[in-house]
C-alpha cells in the first residue's frame, strides 16, 4: 500500500479551497501552509493565461528530509508510504527543511495567530496540538485517512480536481488516471520519486 494524489490540472480552477481547507484542518499558523496554490501568468496580452499549481508535500519514495534528519524524527511509515514527523524526537535543526527541494516544510518558532484579538475557541483547539520549535508539514491528513476519510483538501476540493488512493494498486482510480493521462510528478531530475502526481491541463 503506497498512499498518493493526483492533481489534475484541468480541473483545478485555482480556488485556494485546498489551501483554506487544510488550515482548518490542521490549524496552521500564519504563514504555514501545508496545502498551497501558486499561480502564474503566462503569454502576452491579450492571449494572457493564469495557470494555478497546487502543491504539498510530496509524499517522496527517495525523501532526502528523512535521510537528512539527523534524530530519526522524519521518517516514513513503512505501511502506508506517508513521511511524517515525530515531533517528540524533533531538535528543530531545520536540516529537513534545507534538504526538501520542494520547499515543503515550516519552522513553528512562535505562539501565532490570525485575529488581534487572540485566537477564536476554534483556533485554540486546532493549534493546542503543534509544538513549538518544531519543523512542521503536511502528512496527508493521516488521522482522516486511517479513519477512512479522505485528505481536507481532497475532500474540499470543489471540482473534485484532487484524487487520493493506492498508488500500488493498479486498479486503483489514482494509478489509472496516471496511466491513461501521462501523469507526472514535479522535478523527476531530482529522483525523489514523490507520490503526488498531476494531471497535464
Ligand atoms: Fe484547484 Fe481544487 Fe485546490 Fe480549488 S480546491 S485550487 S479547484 S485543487
Ligand atoms: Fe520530504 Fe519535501 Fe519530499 Fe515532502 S516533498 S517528502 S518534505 S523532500
Redesign the pocket.
Known amino acids: 500500500m503506497k498512499w498518493g494524489m493526483v492533481i489534475d490540472l484541468k480541473r483545478c480552477i485555482g480556488c485556494y479551497g485546498c489551501q483554506l481547507s487544510c488550515k482548518a484542518e490542521n490549524g496552521t499558523p500564519p504563514g504555514v501552509f501545508y496545502a498551497r496554490v501558486i499561480k502564474q501568468e503566462e503569454g502576452q496580452y491579450p492571449t494572457v493565461q493564469q495557470l494555478a499549481l497546487p502543491v504539498l508535500?510530496?509524499?517522496?519514495e527517495d525523501?532526502?528530509?528523512?535521510s537528512a534528519c539527523p534524530t530519526g524524527a522524519?521518517f516514513k511509515w513503512e505501511e502506508d508510504g506517508i513521511?511524517d514527523i515525530d515531533h517528540d524526537l524533533c531538535v528543530g535543526c531545520r536540516a529537513?527543511m534545507m534538504?526538501?527541494?520542494?520547499?515543503?516544510?515550516y519552522f513553528n518558532d512562535q505562539p501565532q495567530h490570525y485575529f488581534p484579538q487572540g485566537m477564536t475557541p476554534y483556533e485554540t483547539s486546532r493549534t493546542d496540538r503543534h509544538q513549538k520549535d518544531v519543523v512542521m508539514?503536511?502528512n496527508f491528513c493521516r488521522d482522516r485517512v486511517r479513519a477512512g476519510k479522505s485528505p481536507a483538501c481532497v475532500a474540499n476540493c470543489p471540482t473534485v480536481a484532487r484524487i487520493f488512493g493506492d498508488l500500488d494498486d493498479p486498479m486503483s482510480e489514482v494509478s489509472r488516471l496516471i496511466k491513461e493521462r501521462g501523469g507526472f510528478a514535479l522535478h523527476p531530475e531530482l529522483d525523489?520519486r514523490?507520490s503526488v502526481y498531476y494531471l497535464p491541463p
Open positions: 508535500c510530496n509524499h517522496c525523501a532526502p528530509c528523512v522524519s513521511v529537513c534538504a526538501c527541494p520542494y520547499n515543503n516544510r508539514k503536511c525523489t514523490p
